[in-house]
């Protein structure tokens, strides 16, 4: 087992193998990693600002935060506060956390011993929530942000807070070069001191990001987008898509004056009202890209129509453990127009019928809360944040086959006699698909994986690289996988990719996998009936439709006469009547036709085939009403087959028009 | 910088200055003193109290915008005094400070907004001039008016106002102003302005003092309410030259001409305005007279009717609201009587101590040092 290597030092091992001898035993030993390492990482590994708040998020709600709100000076960002009402830190967490940056002290022994975890289960927080952040890298995330903060963190109980003032170096190799190999790196320095606190009773923590990088400030100002609008305008020149202000916007600054608002971003246009409470102004947002209705846009996206802030926000919302803006996925139930199925872990499929009093939570045994977190609450500004994304009311289409359809699954394995150093240990999760006629925004399409219900990626389009081409189709899947054991591991540092030959990733993209297989073969399954019998359903009708203008034809006829509309059999040359027509019960009012009156057929084609079930009944209705005609059962079968065969041209001709 | 690198121009942030992290707590300013424990435990108390009670809506929340300081001791003394009187407070202030070294101010913004009764998700304070309302298109004017209208407005200032050029400062306090009447002009409840301003003849600039003395004389020419109360209770010659008025009358005068510049603004938003509470102090040792005025400006919305410009409906041709003879006829009884603060706790023994406890317990509330802050004040008035 790996666990039971002793490690070797660097001098010792490289001893050993300097004096390593024919028939000496291997050196067995462990891997070290190198804490330098750990420092670059912390240094800014993240793509965009949001991310850094997002770490920060997930801090408080490990320190079982009820609420977190971020305030920003929006659309200036000279400073963002990142308050919550969490457990606060030590003084002996604060000094872990300078002391190990980028080592996170949760889910392990110092998490217990310092008590940011729980203190039988370093996995959970003293809460017992699921822990979803990494307290030494979370904190260092605002590295993407700003060079410089401050902290200010009470526990409860404490009669002082703890304040400091953080200066992060920017990471150099140069620095590195210059430095003995096993010297610590230098990330910073930090001003530490304590104030006392009468209110003795009351914890949480504050992160105060001020002097903001410069360029971190311009991505969150949209500089670019509105430095080219103003280039447009003022030059005069036409406007294309690119350079459209956005269609929703907190405004803009000016470059050379940034307490000042440009006049060409005429404020702010937002989908709220300043009288709108906080949840209520979010929804309104989420509004305008879940409905094509709100915007003139065919398919709403984030990007096309929010401005830089707006887009992290709805990021933000996305991310973390927040309850759903409409229903979880998991209380869809019978009440719902949709098609459910349960995938269930040996990879094979059934449908399944839900009452409308049943959920697909109640069928699959799993809490229809899964993925959010209760007594938990972000407010960003104004907008009280909800998890943006909607599972009914999908924007509807031309297409005729507009079913929603869910299959939703569990998974578990233990792997059960196999060593954990391979497996990872236990996977648990449980995740839904849907796929609908349209999925809104067009940044909810595809697969979001949620571990203990955060996440830092987006929607996946490609489904973990699902192997098969079904473009169209997977542009209307949307689906979420919710981890509740194992995955960790998988997950890259920075949170927002994983590691592809992880176990866990392995068995979660085959279930995907297999569920996409499977949702797209029920969409097609489910949309081809549909066809089948609207065209059945159309076949039967034109009949009926034929049948009522031949009679119409022979009513009078049949009223002088007593004349019975005749039969109409058509023969194959080699004698045999087409399809079931039985030549046994022939009568001699029958009209007989060679069967090529119905155009060239090839038994083999199935588009003949097709053409034939449509052409038979027109041609021998045809034949029907000529023969009418006083004098057409006269002619011989030749000229009757050549008259029908271009009056049938005839009617191809026109239907081709 | 030179041409070849200007792509490096402005890509880096300016460290925070690397001060100490706080200032002694054993140290005190000027704005410490027992004098502002009594501005704040009469005048303000009382319109506090006056203001929560005549509340019409529904809204039970008290909403602050103000000048709050590092120490948010405005703040706290509002939240000790009336938070069983309200369902929640929201505060907006201005403090440039908070683009420097800021660290005490997150931490007092920190114990404020860990308060029940204090909506922390709305209340913010801004690293802007409160000058800065003065701009239309300035992301401080926006805030304010995304805060919307106010139960109170503390003005609370280091400087004064008068200080500004009128029509000639870009960023004006008396602009400023203007955008604080706009934002308020949608409220129906009563409100306050809290105004704590220098009035004497250095920090005054002329072309103020000669637009204040011009409109102190408009209504000493139409209005005899207030030319019979300025005759007789600030200047019986009733000739408003400044030049050769003392220290107490030019300190009168000006008050009266600036309380005046709000009641006009008062009339445009159709509220009637009164002084409801003021006191006067001497920040300038060398001074004759006092030189700080604190006022407390009421505005009450009035029901006010309007006339039909295109002359359809029948007009009634009358004045609609309060009339500014009305409004300022008791502004020169209210200035020239308004106490002298430095005197008064001189004098009052029992009205000091009280002063000086009640505003040692807000202090410690912001971590100061209790004894030390007792043993400044006798040092003060021994």
């Not at chain 2, 298109?137 to 805060?147: E, G, I, K, Q, Y």
Request: proline share 4%; hydrophobic share 35%; aromatic share 10%.
């Amino acid at each position: 087992m790996i666990d039971d290597v002793q490690p070797w030092s660097e001098s010792q091992l490289r001893e050993g193998l300097e004096s390593f001898g024919v028939g000496d035993d291997p050196i067995v030993t462990t891997l070290h990693t190198d804490e330098r390492v750990i420092a670059r990482i912390t240094d800014g590994i993240y793509r965009q600002p949001g991310s850094a708040l997002r770490e920060l998020i997930s801090n408080a709600y490990d320190a079982d935060a009820t609420r977190v709100v971020i305030k920003t000076d929006r659309p200036r960002f000279g400073r963002i506060t990142v308050d919550d009402d969490g457990l606060g830190m030590t003084p002996a967490v604060v000094s872990y956390v300078i002391n190990h940056i980028g080592g996170s002290a949760k889910r392990n022994s110092h998490g217990i011993m310092l008590g940011v975890s729980d203190s039988s289960d370093s996995r959970l927080s003293p809460g017992g929530r699921k822990l979803i952040g990494k307290i030494g890298i979370g904190l260092f995330s605002v590295a993407q942000l700003t060079q410089s903060f401050q902290l200010v963190t009470k526990v409860r109980g404490d009669s002082f807070r703890t304040v400091a003032r953080i200066n992060l170096k920017q990471y150099s190799e140069d620095d590195l070069s210059s430095s003995a190999i096993n010297d610590d790196y230098n990330a910073g320095s930090v001003r530490l001191w304590r104030v006392p606190a009468h209110d003795v009773d009351s914890h949480g923590t504050s992160i105060i990001i001020d002097a903001i990088r410069p360029q971190t400030r311009e991505t969150l100002q949209s500089r670019g987008k509105w430095d080219a609008v103003d280039r447009l305008n003022g030059s005069g020149g036409q406007s294309s898509e690119e350079i459209q202000p956005p269609t929703y916007h907190i405004g803009a600054v000016l470059n050379d004056d940034e307490s000042t608002y440009r006049t060409t971003s005429g404020f702010t246009r937002l989908p709220w009202d300043n009288s709108d409470r906080p949840s209520r102004a979010f929804e309104k947002l989420i509004r305008t890209v879940q409905s094509p209705n709100e915007t003139d846009s065919t398919n709403p996206s984030v990007e096309k129509l929010f401005d830089y802030y707006l887009q992290m926000v709805w990021q933000l919302s996305l991310w973390s453990p927040l309850r759903y803006f409409d229903i979880h996925p998991f209380s869809l139930s019978g009440a719902e127009d949709f098609a459910f199925s349960i995938l269930k872990s040996d990879g094979t499929a059934a449908g399944v019928k839900l009452s409308p009093h049943e959920t697909i939570g109640m069928k699959l045994g799993v809490s229809e809360s899964i993925g959010t977190a209760e007594s938990f609450s972000i407010q960003v500004d104004e907008l009280e944040l909800a998890r943006p994304v909607k599972v009914r009311d999908f924007p509807s289409t031309s297409a005729a086959f507009q079913t929603p359809i869910v299959i939703a699954g569990t998974y578990f394995d233990d792997f059960e006699g196999t060593s954990t150093d391979l497996t990872g240990g236990p996977i648990r999760f449980c995740g839904y698909l849907i796929w609908a006629p349209k999925i809104t925004p067009v940044e909810n399409r595809g697969v979001l994986l949620r571990v203990n219900g955060a996440t830092g990626m987006p929607f996946n389009e490609t489904f973990f690289d699902y192997p098969v081409s079904e473009d169209r189709r997977m542009s209307q899947i949307t689906a979420e996988i919710f981890i509740e054991d194992g995955f960790d591991g998988a997950l890259n540092i920075d949170r927002e990719s994983f590691n592809f030959a992880h176990p866990h990733a392995v068995i979660v993209t085959r279930w995907l996998h297999e569920g996409v297989r499977r949702i797209i073969a029920e969409q097609k399954r489910l949309s081809g009936a549909l066809l089948k019998k609207k065209k059945e359903d159309v076949n039967a009708a034109n009949l009926d439709k034929l049948a009522s203008i031949v009679s119409e034809v022979w009513a009078e006829r049949e009223e002088e006469y007593g004349a019975q509309v005749p039969r109409v059999r058509f023969i194959r040359a080699d004698g045999r009547a087409v399809e079931s027509d039985s030549l046994n019960s022939m009568l001699d009012d029958d009209v007989v036709l060679p069967a090529h009156v119905l155009g060239p057929y090839d038994s083999r084609l199935v588009a003949d085939q097709n053409r034939l079930k449509r052409t038979k009944p027109v041609v021998e209705a045809l034949a029907q009403i000529l023969s009418v005609i006083d004098g057409f059962d006269e002619l011989s079968a030749s000229r009757k087959a050549k008259v029908i065969s271009a009056i049938r041209s005839l009617m191809e001709l026109s239907g081709q028009k | 910088m030179s041409e070849e690198n200007s792509f490096s121009k402005g890509l880096f942030a300016e460290f925070p200055e690397d001060v100490a992290p706080l200032a002694a707590r054993d140290q005190f300013k000027p704005w410490h003193k027992p004098r502002k424990q009594y501005v704040r435990s009469v005048l303000w108390r009382n319109e506090l109290e006056w203001l929560l009670g005549n509340k019409k809506n529904t809204d039970r929340s008290l909403k602050y915008i103000g000048l709050p300081g590092e120490d948010l001791l405005d703040l706290r003394y509002f939240y000790e005094q009336f938070s069983s009187s309200f369902s929640m407070l929201r505060f907006l202030g201005f403090d440039t400070a908070l683009s420097r070294e800021s660290s005490a101010i997150s931490v007092s913004l920190q114990e404020i907004k860990s308060l029940d009764k204090v909506d922390s998700s709305n209340s913010d304070i801004r690293a802007d001039n409160f000058s800065k309302l003065s701009q239309e298109n300035s992301v401080a004017t926006l805030a304010a008016r995304d805060f919307g209208p106010v139960d109170v407005v503390n003005a609370d200032l280091c400087g004064n106002f008068g200080n500004d050029t009128p029509d000639v400062a870009a960023d004006s306090l008396y602009s400023a102003f203007r955008t604080i009447f706009a934002i308020q002009n949608r409220r129906a409840d009563p409100w306050c302005i809290l105004l704590t301003t220098r009035i004497d003849r250095s920090s005054i600039d002329p072309v103020s003092e000669a637009r204040m003395v011009e409109i102190v004389i408009e209504n000493l020419e139409n209005c005899e309410g207030f030319n019979n109360n300025y005759l007789k209770f600030v200047d019986n010659s009733g000739a408003v030259d400044t030049s050769s008025m003392s220290s107490d009358v030019y300190f009168n005068v000006m008050s009266i001409g600036y309380s005046k510049w709000f009641a006009r603004f008062a009339l445009k938003i159709k509220s009637a305005m009164t002084i409801s509470g003021v006191a006067k102090y001497k920040v300038d040792p060398s001074s004759d007279a006092c030189d700080m005025l604190s006022v407390v400006y009421r505005f009450e919305p009035t029901y006010s009717g309007v006339n039909d410009p295109s002359g359809l409906a029948a007009n009634t041709d009358q004045n609609f609201g309060p009339s500014e003879c009305k409004i300022v006829k008791g502004f020169p009884y209210a200035i020239s009587h308004a106490p002298d603060v430095d005197e008064m706790l001189n004098d009052n023994l029992l009205l000091r101590n009280e002063m000086i406890s009640t505003s040692a317990d807000l202090l410690v509330q912001a971590r100061y040092d209790h004894d030390a802050y007792v043993t400044w004040c006798k040092s003060l008035f021994s």
